[in-house]
């Protein structure tokens, strides 16, 4: 890497007291493999946050986020991550996961605990770290 941080826009959605969360691919030379986390990605040339989370959450689920606002932004050596909160206003099933292993609504408990079955992994997977922080700022938020 160059050593520039890289810019990062990252979307949390909640329904009925629940967290949308994505199972990132079990794939070893990507950030957080296996972990569950939050759908986002890279703020690419050109792009707001506001554009680029809302290009990330319709090409990962299909979904358009409207109504949104920024929660915070977390930097640390390698990233600037700006966090945007956002009711999701469809039921799970009309979500179509382009990216990813898995996804779910998961509760504050479950957040908390730091893992989640995951049906289609079919076993126990952890959250990643930062996300996991970040879910943890917002609950106490509400």
Known sequence: MNGQLVNVAVAILYRENKFLMQLRDNIPNIIAPGCWALFGGHIEAGETPEIAVQREVLEEIGYELTAFSQFGIYSDQKAVR??????????????????????????????????????KAGEIRPLATLPQKIMLDFIKTL
């Open 82 to 119: 700006y966090v945007f909160q956002a009711p999701l206003l469809v039921p799970l099933n009309e979500l179509v996961l382009s990216e990813g292993w898995d996804l779910d609504l998961l509760t504050a408990e479950d957040i908390q605990q730091g893992e989640y079955f995951s049906q």
